[in-house]
């Protein structure tokens, strides 16, 4: 079996580029945030690395009143489109 040679385009190398730009876009935002949930001033400014953020999200109760709707509203929503699908399927 001759071996198969990737033969390298235009196309090939404009997908690669797409996708480092898509990569670069997506991933900088996400850890910037990370970062930032980390520090107790504004970005930009001098800061020291901290936990109070975590701790101040985590013991407001407001929070798990928040996440258990979230729960009601996605299996909600989607025990209705599962439902929706079938009987549309089934005609």
């Known amino acids: 079996m ?3 040679r990737r033969r390298f385009d ?4 404009l997908l690669v580029g797409v996708a480092v730009v ?4 997506t991933l900088v935002p996400i850890l910037m945030v990370i970062y930032g949930s ?6 930009g400014a001098s800061a ?3 936990l109070r953020n975590y701790i101040q999200a985590f013991s407001n109760p407001q929070l798990y ?3 258990s709707n979230s729960l009601v509203f996605a299996f909600g929503g ?4 599962f ?3 079938g009987f549309l399927a089934w005609l």
Not at 10 to 13: P, S
Not at 38 to 43: H, K, L, N
Not at 78 to 81: D, Q, R, W
């Open 2 to 4: 001759p071996l198969l």
């Open 10 to 13: 235009a196309r090939f190398f």
């Open 22 to 25: 898509v990569v670069y876009l």
């Open 38 to 43: 980390f520090r107790d001033g504004p970005p």
């Open 48 to 50: 020291a690395f901290t």
């Open 65 to 67: 009143r928040a996440f």
């Open 78 to 81: 989607g025990s209705l489109a």
């Open 83 to 85: 439902a929706i699908g």
